[in-house]
Antibody
Framework: EVQLVESGGGLVQPGGSLRLSCAAS????????MTWVRQAPGKGLEWVAN????????YYVDSVRGRFTISRDNARNSLYLQMNSLTTEDAAMYYC?????????????WGQGTLVTVSS | DIQMTQSPSSLSASVTDRVTITCRAS??????LAWYQQKPGRAPKCLIY???SLQSGVPSRFSGSGSGTDFTLTISSLQPEDFATYYC?????????FGQGTRLDIK
């Protein structure tokens, strides 16, 4: 069974940093692109970042490029999101997600999410 | 960026009703469209991918159609568990974007 378990969320002050983690199990992690998607409270879904199987390619939504870094450790079956210079606009539930195939950009497996709150 | 516009934004319907939600892309995306269902406090669930392919385990009352810029999600006979928010998402190019969502409530 595919499992994705996020951690690392919490309360951070504006301008602060946070590192999210996603522990993957039940599939061959290094065969899949991995993704972060977020959802602000009461709002819709927003794709944040993608990373290729070997980490040779990554992509970001404009609003986080230069502040967030997606990475992965295939030996540890883990995905990460380093978030710097956080603003109140970054407050959201952050989901780790995996596609339906090794190259698909729609997501059939999701974690339960980790909540990031940005407030002074 | 490709903008995805869903309509309606909200909808009230009754059990056994047939419901259609539409999604329009600001430029052609071929068939690179997915539909998700999300219930409060839960992660999204993929219903449809490639515009019309039913994700494994999803009931056959859900169907998708369309290509290019205009897409529809149809629920042929609403069941109580279908009351939720629905999102479309394109994956034709970066940035990947979602529609704003359609909230489906019980009438």
């Amino acid at each position: 069974e595919v499992q994705l378990v996020e951690s690392g969320g919490g309360l951070v002050q504006p301008g602060g940093s946070l590192r999210l983690s996603c522990a993957a199990s039940g599939f061959t992690f290094n065969n899949y692109w991995m993704t972060w998607v977020r959802q602000a409270p009461g709002k819709g879904l927003e794709w944040v970042a993608n990373i290729k199987q070997d980490a040779s390619e990554n992509y970001y939504v404009d609003s986080v490029r230069g502040r967030f870094t997606i990475s992965r450790d295939n030996a540890r079956n883990s995905l990460y999101l380093q978030m710097n210079s956080l603003t109140t606009e970054d407050a959201a539930m952050y989901y780790c997600a995996r596609g339906g195939s090794d190259s698909s950009w729609y997501w059939i497996h999701w974690g339960q999410g980790t909540l990031v709150t940005v407030s002074s | 960026d490709i903008q995805m516009t869903q309509s309606p934004s909200s909808l009230s319907a009754s059990v056994t009703d047939r419901v259609t939600i539409t999604c329009r892309a600001s430029q052609g995306i071929g068939s690179r469209l997915a539909w998700y269902q999300q219930k409060p406090g839960r992660a999204p669930k993929c219903l449809i991918y490639d515009a019309s392919s039913l994700q494994s385990g999803v009931p056959s009352r859900f169907s998708g159609s369309g290509s290019g810029t205009d897409f529809t999600l149809t629920i042929s006979s609403l069941q109580p568990e279908d009351f939720a928010t629905y999102y479309c998402q394109h994956y034709n190019a970066y940035p990947i974007t979602f529609g704003q969502g359609t909230r489906l409530d019980i009438k």
